[in-house]
């Protein structure tokens, strides 16, 4: 159920040029923290709307591949060890901070993001459509819940992952994502907490 079709950019666009042009320098073996800086000449708001598209596809996917160990039963809050817990809020089902279990918070979590992405007043993907004044908050707002599954993941089904042998490509993918929100400063260095031991 939290598994989600890809979203795709519209080739021709300048999204498309933008995103095959990180993608490639991801695939080149370069420097993740020299790949995402923004390229020469780009709007920053371009740079950001791919990237927060790339790693929901991401991001989605991992989750996607072990979500089977993530059960209301084994996850039945959705937390980051004994620390941290993440509750849910959103402006419409739940007004307040909501207890849920992991895989529910997950689930609110792709469909909002979904929700999000898809919305033209938000992230325009027609030529000339301005960002919206918000852009910037609102994409704060997914990568700090984004990076919320990575703690999820990493303290609490890392075992499933080394057993997947997938540990490789999820490390690159954090990797790649902490350079960027870093580079940008995206998300609240308090909400990195979690994973600041692991991250260093």
Excluded at 51 to 69: A, C, K, P, Q
């Amino acid at each position: 159920k939290t598994f989600r079709p890809r979203k795709r950019f519209e080739p021709g666009t300048q999204r498309f040029e933008l995103y095959k042009k990180a993608q490639a320098s991801l695939k080149s073996g370069l420097d993740l923290k020299a790949v995402v800086q923004l390229p020469p000449g780009e709007n920053i708001n371009d740079w950001i709307a791919v990237h927060v598209v790339d790693f929901f596809n991401r991001i989605n996917l991992i989750y996607g591949t072990m979500s089977e160990y993530c059960t209301e039963r084994s996850c039945p809050i959705m937390s980051g060890g004994l620390k941290y817990e993440y509750r849910w809020q959103d402006d419409s089902k739940y007004k307040k901070p909501t207890k849920l279990s992991a895989p529910q918070y997950m689930c609110m979590l792709m469909d909002w993001i979904e929700m999000l992405i898809n919305n033209e007043d938000i992230f325009p993907t027609r030529i000339g459509v301005p960002f919206p004044k918000q852009f910037q908050q609102v994409c704060t707002k997914i990568l700090t819940r984004l990076f919320r599954v990575f703690v999820h993941v990493y303290i609490h089904h890392f075992d499933s992952i080394i057993n997947m042998g997938a540990e490789a490509h999820v490390n690159t993918c954090y990797k790649h994502f902490y350079y960027f929100i870093r580079e940008f400063s995206l998300v609240d260095h308090r909400e990195l907490e979690p994973l600041v031991r692991m991250t260093q």
